[in-house]
């Protein structure tokens, strides 16, 4: 099955390696507060009782381990809505990046709400892909043989 991609895809592709980057940006972070919390390798989150930093270095961690978490939700809606509406999906994966690294860089200041001061509009990155998402589904859905 060959596929012809919009000449405008090419933007749905830099928004996606806009995240990558960012993605090594936010696990150099984690590398940082790792030395400066004193908290080695393999362990992934720090224990209070063992650790007097270990709410700090929690933050940044779980910062980025929820992009982690979110990271496939995203490529899937920004790849499929950016099939039809590229520009579209591009712009809202950029905003996803923006909101996303608010979100960290809340995060990352040891006050878990204060990633949510910016951070929660990456939501509405999401919601727009979706329906970016959603329409390609019902427009390949009605163009079906029967």
Not at 5 to 12: C, I, S
Not at 79 to 91: A, H, K, R, T
């Amino acid at each position: 099955m060959a596929v012809d991609l919009p000449p405008a895809f090419g933007w749905v592709v830099l928004s996606a390696l806009a995240y990558v980057f960012f993605n090594f940006w936010m696990a150099i972070q984690v590398g940082k507060a790792r030395k400066r919390y004193n908290v080695p390798y393999p362990t992934l989150y720090a224990i209070e009782s063992e650790n007097k930093d270990a709410k700090k270095f929690n933050c940044v961690q779980r910062g980025h381990q929820n992009s982690l978490e979110m990271m496939p939700v995203f490529f899937l809606l920004l790849i499929l809505g950016g099939l039809q509406y590229p520009v579209v999906s591009s712009i809202l994966g950029v905003f996803y990046c923006l909101a996303r690294y608010s979100y960290f860089t809340g995060y990352s200041t040891g006050e878990p709400q204060n990633r949510l001061t910016y951070g929660k509009f990456n939501f509405l990155a999401i919601l727009g892909l979706m329906l970016c998402t959603l329409s390609l589904a019902f427009g390949l859905l009605l163009k079906a043989p029967q």
